[in-house]
């Protein structure tokens, strides 16, 4: 095995949705958070738009390159919904079916895809942002559920999420705006000498009025490890 790097980013941005709503500011959140991930110097994947077929070739090209790499960030801006408590990913080509297993199976990707890969690798530092339920799809009222499900975040990993558990995040209704938490995300993430669990809690501290009318507060799960130090400059071990 080769050298370790230092940071590999996946960026996913779903905007141009087939039958839900669209969400036009998506497409500009993952442009932007793409481009200051390479200022950061993350080797970074970046996909927009994705049917379920390349979202799943997307997270493989990910996992498969992903041991040569000491930092893994996974950031997702589209729509999201939780089903019996799991949190998935809702693609573009997303189509309604009214069996639920079926519907899973053939429109949805499980975040777990993710996770599953980051909690096996404690030795990284693993960092999952989820920019979702910008709009809850028309779907969900079959399910009876809203935003995203709680989830624990394991050893050497940070989970953040752009709004409470069960309720939905604030998007920009122009194409050329980034989503409220996106927005912040971009302000704040280049903070130096920063461990990455602080700079997620000085994102929320900074939020203010900007998101007090939406549902509570924005609220991150994080995880407190040895790998978890944010630091900007791409010369110190396990920062962005």
């Given at each position: 095995?080769?050298?370790?790097?230092?940071?590999?980013?996946?960026?996913?941005?779903?905007?141009?949705?087939?039958?839900?709503?669209?969400?036009?500011?998506?497409?500009?959140?993952?442009?932007?958070?793409?481009?200051?991930?390479?200022?950061?110097?993350?080797?970074?994947?970046?996909?927009?738009?994705?049917?379920?077929?390349?979202?799943?070739?997307?997270?493989?090209?990910?996992?498969?390159?992903?041991?040569?790499?000491?930092?893994?960030?996974?950031?997702?801006?589209?729509?999201?919904?939780?089903?019996?408590?799991?949190?998935?990913?809702?693609?573009?080509?997303?189509?309604?079916?009214?069996?639920?297993?079926?519907?899973?199976?053939?429109?949805?990707?499980?975040?777990?895809?993710?996770?599953?890969?980051?909690?096996?690798?404690?030795?990284?530092?693993?960092?999952?942002?989820?920019?979702?339920c910008r709009?809850?799809?028309?779907?969900?009222?079959?399910?009876?559920?809203?935003?995203?499900?709680?989830?624990?975040a394991g050893?050497?990993?940070?989970?953040?999420?752009?709004?409470?558990?069960?309720?939905?995040?604030?998007?920009?209704?122009?194409?050329?705006?980034?989503?409220?938490?996106?927005?912040?995300?971009?302000?704040?993430?280049?903070?130096?000498?920063?461990?990455?669990?602080?700079?997620?809690?000085?994102?929320?501290?900074?939020?203010?009025?900007?998101?007090?009318?939406?549902?509570?507060?924005?609220?991150?799960?994080?995880?407190?490890?040895?790998?978890?130090?944010?630091?900007?400059?791409?010369?110190?071990s396990h920062?962005?």
């Amino acid at each position: 095995m080769g050298k370790v790097k230092k940071g590999l980013a996946l960026v996913l941005a779903n905007a141009q949705y087939q039958t839900q709503q669209i969400l036009p500011s998506c497409n500009k959140d993952g442009v932007d958070m793409k481009a200051k991930l390479e200022q950061l110097d993350f080797d970074v994947l970046y996909y927009t738009d994705t049917t379920r077929a390349t979202t799943l070739e997307a997270i493989a090209t990910f996992i498969n390159l992903a041991d040569l790499y000491s930092v893994l960030l996974v950031y997702y801006a589209g729509h999201g919904v939780q089903i019996d408590g799991k949190n998935y990913i809702v693609p573009v080509d997303c189509i309604y079916k009214p069996i639920k297993d079926v519907f899973i199976a053939s429109s949805l990707v499980d975040v777990s895809t993710i996770t599953n890969y980051m909690s096996m690798h404690e030795e990284k530092t693993n960092i999952l942002i989820m920019d979702a339920c910008r709009n809850s799809p028309s779907f969900l009222r079959s399910f009876g559920s809203t935003g995203l499900a709680e989830m624990t975040a394991g050893n050497g990993m940070i989970i953040a999420f752009a709004t409470s558990p069960n309720t939905s995040a604030l998007g920009s209704e122009s194409p050329d705006g980034n989503g409220c938490y996106t927005k912040r995300l971009l302000e704040h993430i280049d903070h130096p000498n920063m461990k990455v669990e602080d700079m997620f809690k000085l994102l929320l501290h900074h939020s203010g009025p900007l998101f007090r009318h939406s549902a509570k507060r924005r609220r991150q799960r994080t995880h407190r490890s040895a790998h978890s130090h944010f630091d900007a400059h791409p010369t110190h071990s396990h920062s962005l």
